[in-house]
C-alpha cells in the first residue's frame, strides 16, 4: 500500500462519501441516517488500520466482519415494520441517483489492477460490467422519475440487471481473495478491500447500491411510478 498513488485513495474516499451524500438526500436528509453511516466507517476505519482484516487464513475469514454487519442490517429493515416504514419513506428517484457512484468504483479498481491491488478481471477490461448500471442511472432518473417517460416494469427491470451485474462483480472480487476457499487471481488476488480505506467498498459502498436497489424494487412493486 506504500507504492500505491495517494491519488487513488483520494478518489474512493471523496466517492464513499458521494455515496453516502447521495443517501442521505434520499433518505430525506434523515441526521440518525446520516450518524448510523459515518459510525459505521468510523469503525471500520479503526479495525482496518490495525490490521486486522490482513490476516486472511482464519475461516471464517475475519472479512466477514465487514459485510455481514450491513446485510443482517438490510434484513432487519425489511423484516420488520418500522424498517418497512423507513424504506418506502425514502426517494425512490434519489436512489436511483446513488448509482451513479458506479462509475469512479469502476475507475479506482482499474486503478488498482495496475498497481497490482486487485486481479483484471475485477476491472470493466475483464468480467466486471458494472460501470453500465452507473452509466444508465442518470437516464433512468431522469425518463424515469422526472420526466416520467419509462413505465414501471421498465425500471424494475434495470434494477433487477444492476442487482446481477453487482452480484457478478461481488462474487468474483470474494472467490479473487486470499481467503482459504479463493478460486479466482492467484497471480494478483484481490488484496485492496483488506486495507484502509478500500475497506469502505464492501462494508459502505456495495450495500448501500443493493440497499437503494431493493428498497426501489419494494416501493416499485407497492406504489408503481
Given amino acids: 500500500m506504500e507504492n500505491l498513488p495517494i491519488y487513488i485513495s483520494i478518489v474512493f474516499i471523496l466517492t464513499t462519501f458521494l455515496t453516502v451524500g447521495l443517501f442521505y438526500r434520499a433518505a430525506n436528509n434523515s441526521k440518525i441516517t446520516l450518524a448510523v453511516l459515518l ?11 490495525s490490521g486486522f482484516y490482513t490476516i486472511t487464513n482464519n475461516f471464517p475469514p475475519r472479512f466477514i466482519l465487514l459485510v455481514l454487519p450491513t446485510l443482517l442490517f438490510i434484513i432487519a429493515l425489511f423484516a420488520t415494520a418500522k424498517g418497512r416504514q423507513y424504506i418506502d419513506s425514502l426517494d425512490a428517484g434519489r436512489l436511483t441517483l446513488v ?43 431522469y425518463f424515469g422519475f422526472v420526466k416520467k417517460q419509462i413505465n414501471k416494469n421498465l425500471i424494475l427491470l434495470w434494477n433487477f440487471l444492476c442487482i446481477g451485474l453487482l452480484f457478478n462483480i461481488v462474487i468474483n472480487a470474494v472467490l479473487s481473495a486470499p481467503f482459504p476457499f ?11 478491500v483488506l486495507y ?17 436497489h431493493l428498497a426501489t424494487i419494494r416501493q416499485l412493486l407497492r406504489k408503481g411510478v
Fill in 39 to 49: 459510525l459505521w466507517l468510523t469503525v471500520q476505519t479503526m479495525v482496518s488500520l
Fill in 99 to 141: 448509482h451513479i457512484v458506479r462509475i469512479p468504483v469502476e475507475l479506482v479498481l482499474l486503478w488498482l489492477c495496475i498497481h497490482k491491488m486487485v486481479p483484471q478481471l475485477m476491472t470493466f477490461e475483464g468480467r466486471n460490467f458494472d460501470i453500465l448500471s452507473g452509466l444508465t442511472a442518470p437516464v433512468i432518473f
Fill in 182 to 192: 479463493q478460486q479466482f487471481g492467484f497471480d494478483q488476488p484481490d488484496i485492496a
Fill in 196 to 212: 484502509f480505506p478500500f475497506v469502505w467498498l464492501p462494508c459502505c459502498v456495495v450495500p448501500l447500491v443493493l440497499f437503494s
